[in-house]
């Protein structure tokens, strides 16, 4: 019923790392972008990292830039993020998106949600 069923995360140490899955289980059109956002306590939801199905590499908001690494597989139907260097900071519920439309994938504007997966990272 729900179309993206994120995995992964959980308690993690300052300095730790983590890797969070992401898999297309409904029936989606196809994946143009995946994208991971997050929502931090008393924060607003941001984005976190998006990569085009098209190909080429990933992008990043600055505060994850060079820590967090997005990826997907050869099938598009799942995606993952890597996550290093962790930091308390960090720590949010973090979403599972895509979207179908479109050929760009530098935008934040996605069409289709997981229900998110808690990363808490302690010091």
């Known amino acids: 019923e729900v179309p993206l069923v994120e995995s992964g995360g959980g308690s993690v140490q300052a300095g730790g790392s983590t890797r969070l899955s992401c898999e297309v289980v409904g029936n989606i059109q196809r994946v143009q972008c995946f994208g991971w956002f997050r929502q931090a306590p008393g924060e607003r939801r941001e984005g976190v990292a998006q990569i085009n199905t098209l190909g080429g590499g990933g992008h990043y908001i600055g505060p994850v830039q060079g820590r967090f690494t997005i990826s997907r597989n050869g099938a598009n139907n799942a995606t993952y993020l890597e996550m290093n260097n962790l930091r308390p900071d960090d720590t949010a519920m973090y979403f599972c998106?895509?979207?179908?439309?479109?050929?760009?994938?530098?935008?934040?504007?996605?069409?289709?949600w997981g229900q998110g997966t808690q990363v808490t990272v302690s010091s």
């Open positions: 998106a895509t979207r179908s439309r479109g050929y760009g994938c530098l935008a934040w504007d996605f069409d289709n």
